[in-house]
């Protein structure tokens, strides 16, 4: 049996520009950071021939071509296994939908356990760039690229999207103190809603695409919030990233009306009332999960319970995609 593991993520930064729509054209930064929340993939070979399925729902059928999972199909279809006779299984700390690129981390760690299936070795950037192949070339998702490299690198990571599509990659550079001290600092709350993350970047991407001036002007200002970002933890003043992450969240739900609702309105204001310095919704908005930066988090927990939200406490993770056993 293989069982690979592929870390969720959040956003510190820039989160948007990652889209070939805007990338391709202006180039994009963002900075993005593994967390210890995973999506888990195993692989085993049946008894029998055929292809076995068990996600959220379960298929059993005789060719790829069969397959209904998108993912699935599109992944065996870039390997020669012969007579399909594979078993493979899905599961994940936290639910699809809730903003921390759990689509990007299912396919890093679905192809690293096929390459370990077939034998293959596989560098972290390669299999980034096999995932995106699939969900962005092969499905036209209107997704952006963060998802696949942060699963499959890990760590806290700034990622520049060139216009040749190639992407580079640097860790940020974070001292011990301040990585712990961020670390504690960020807090993550439930909303309790889930949304298709698809439905909601098609607006920016049709914008993007199209050169609605208002869409290309409010990702130039997030770019630059990213590289604002980047400097304010490397010279460790954790405040003003708290900060910018307010004036981030604001700039994002100018981008469409579904990035927010009353009910998250108020939860945010209330995090603020209560000890946050900054936050905002983890993702491309809708639901998810509410990420507040605050120093003193006795009176932010405490008000966040009371309203029905649920605290997922996280660290980071720094070993990307990897095979935890086989």
């Known amino acids: 049996m293989i069982i690979v593991r592929s870390p969720l993520r959040i956003t510190l930064g820039g989160g948007g520009t990652d889209l070939p729509s805007y990338y391709r054209d202006h180039e994009g930064f963002l900075i993005s950071a593994a967390i210890d929340k995973y999506v888990y993939v195993t692989v085993i070979k049946p008894f029998k021939p055929g292809i076995y399925l068990k996600y959220s729902k379960i298929e059993h059928v005789e060719a790829i071509d069969q397959v209904e999972h998108p993912i699935i199909r599109e992944a065996l279809m870039q390997f020669d296994f012969g007579l399909p006779q594979i078993e493979i299984t899905t599961l994940a700390d936290i639910p699809a939908g809730t903003g921390?690129?759990?689509?990007?981390?299912?396919?890093?760690a679905l192809l690293r356990a096929l390459h370990s299936y077939g034998r293959n070795l596989i560098h972290p950037d390669e299999l980034a760039?096999?995932?995106?192949?699939?969900?962005?070339?092969?499905?036209?998702?209107?997704?952006?690229?963060?998802?696949?490299y942060i699963a499959a690198i890990g760590g806290i990571t700034c990622f520049k999207f060139c216009r040749d599509d190639s992407v580079e990659t640097v860790p940020l550079a974070l001292s011990e103190a301040v990585q712990h001290s961020l670390e504690d600092n960020l807090v993550m709350f439930?909303?309790?809603?889930?949304?298709?993350?698809?439905?909601?970047?098609?607006?920016?991407?049709?914008?993007?695409?199209?050169?609605?001036?208002?869409?290309?002007e409010n990702l130039?200002?997030?770019?630059?919030?990213?590289?604002?970002?980047?400097?304010?933890?490397?010279?460790?003043?954790?405040?003003?990233?708290?900060?910018?992450?307010h004036v981030h969240w604001e700039n994002k739900?100018?981008?469409?009306?579904?990035?927010?609702?009353p009910r998250i309105d108020g939860w945010y204001d209330l995090a603020l009332r209560s000890g946050a310095i900054g936050g905002k919704l983890i993702g491309a908005g809708g639901g998810g999960f509410l990420m507040f930066y605050a120093e003193e988090k006795r009176q932010l927990r405490l008000a966040m319970q009371e309203a029905g939200l649920t605290e997922v406490r996280f660290h980071f993770d720094f070993e990307g995609t990897k095979i935890i056993a086989r």
């Open 190 to 216: 439930f909303t309790g809603y889930s949304r298709s993350a698809s439905d909601i970047l098609k607006v920016q991407d049709a914008g993007t695409r199209n050169q609605d001036s208002a869409m290309v």
């Open 129 to 148: 760039k096999q995932a995106c192949a699939i969900e962005i070339d092969r499905l036209g998702e209107p997704v952006g690229k963060q998802d696949q």
């Open 220 to 245: 130039h200002y997030v770019k630059e919030l990213g590289l604002q970002s980047k400097a304010a933890l490397e010279a460790g003043d954790l405040e003003r990233f708290g900060r910018l992450m």
């Open 100 to 108: 921390l690129g759990s689509s990007g981390s299912f396919t890093t």
């Open 253 to 261: 739900r100018k981008r469409s009306g579904a990035m927010s609702n």
